[in-house]
């Protein structure tokens, strides 16, 4: 767990607007996949764009960047991709740090907020800022998005200009591609800058209660799923208090034939299974750094495990010349198993194929088809108490 340190990030601007109290809390750094997925997605465009090939890519990719009509790629021509830029609320100033640095702000001074462009044009007087979003949640429209407006504000005082377009190219997967588009004149300009100086000041006055002791002004809601401090942050911690207090328990015990008292009990169910869901993803990142001991000789964490999986079509002809086509086609399923040629097994005997023993026969046919190629081995890791 991380100490905030400096302004938050363009990326975080909008959760900073909202809960001011979230960047003076421990944070916690998540790994998302489909962070990781539009990662790819993202370099694979931008290699479009500059007119070179995207390289080895997943197939997922490869069908996403197929369905991106050559129309919204064409408003992305002429403008620089991952550049990053700040913008210091004390002196009013903005500068370019640099093209793709991969996220490293820590070249970013102390009263600067820092942010990276997905692409980023100033020509004839004007910024153009666009940012490419693959996910399907929601996102808020440039003229309300704060991370647009910071880079927008930040490349404006930059480059000397005071007017900015910002866009974002929104594509997620399975769905066509749109824009959205936002202008920001000179006055828009100052109100952002106005808002981000006012934000500087609620985070320093949120620090100094943390280093007091002092719970900071925390705000509860939707933007709590993915903010970096939701594991240290106490007014999850009060709601889960009071969502696993005798109150749920309560309302149940007294039944929920009333329509209110089913509905509430509802919400607070609802609301109890995203904390403990939560509960649940902190003890395995806590296990994967360092697995917990249970005090009974044993730890709760990952363990891998490795299994045999069969190829059914490859195992077909090895298990027919064994156990007949009628004990093949009893081991068989969609996939199989030893579990499915025991079946087999016993399907054949019964109809005299087989003669010998059970035991031996199953592991006779595992021999055969680890022979013919058929079986291969696959890791899986589960989070299970074990001795280490």
């Known amino acids: 767990m991380r100490t905030p340190r400096g302004l938050p990030t363009a990326s975080r601007l909008q959760l900073a607007l909202v809960c001011s109290g979230s960047q003076a809390l421990g944070q916690v750094d998540t790994a998302w996949a489909a962070g990781e997925a539009g990662n790819e997605k993202h370099r694979a465009l931008d290699a479009i764009v500059s007119g070179g090939d995207p390289g080895e890519v997943s197939e997922a990719t490869k069908d ?8 919204d790629l064409a408003q992305l021509l002429g403008l620089q991709p991952e550049m990053t830029l700040a913008w210091d609320h004390v002196r009013d100033a903005g500068r370019v740090l640099g093209q793709r640095l991969e996220r490293a702000y820590s070249m970013a001074g102390p009263a600067e907020y820092v942010g990276t462009a ?5 020509a004839g007087g004007l910024v153009t800022v666009v940012d490419l979003k693959t996910g399907q949640g929601d996102v808020p429209a440039p003229s309300r998005n704060a991370q647009l407006r910071m880079l927008a504000l930040a490349a404006c005082r930059a480059h000397g200009v005071s007017s900015a377009r910002i866009g974002i190219l929104h594509a997620p997967e399975g769905r066509t591609a749109w824009w959205t588009w936002a202008d920001v004149d000179a006055f828009e300009l100052e109100v952002i800058a106005g808002e981000l100086r006012r934000l500087a000041e609620r985070i320093g006055y949120s620090r100094r209660d943390a280093s007091q ?10 933007h709590c799923t993915y903010c970096p401090a939701r594991f240290a942050c106490p007014a999850r911690t009060a709601m889960a208090r009071a969502l696993t207090s005798e109150t749920l328990a309560d309302d149940w015990k007294r039944g929920l034939d009333d329509d209110a008292t089913a509905a509430a009990t509802l919400a607070r169910w609802k609301a109890a299974q995203k904390v403990l869901a939560e509960v649940g993803a902190a003890l395995h990142a806590r296990a994967k750094e360092r697995p917990i001991a249970l005090g009974t000789g044993e730890v709760w964490g990952p363990r891998t495990t490795t299994r045999e999986v069969i190829d059914a079509e490859k195992a077909w002809m090895p298990l027919a010349s064994l156990l007949g086509d009628a004990g093949a086609r009893a081991a068989m399923t969609l996939d199989t198993s030893r579990a499915g040629i025991e079946r087999g097994v016993k399907a054949a005997k019964a109809a005299g194929v087989v003669v010998g023993s059970i035991k031996a026969t199953v592991d006779q046919a595992l021999g055969i088809i680890r022979a013919a190629g058929a079986v291969e081995r696959k890791e899986r890791v589960e989070y299970e108490a074990h001795t280490p």
């Open 118 to 122: 997905d692409y980023l044009r100033v």
């Open 213 to 222: 002791g002092k719970t900071p002004y925390l705000v509860l809601g939707e």
């Open 64 to 71: 996403w960047l197929m369905g991106i009509d050559t129309s």
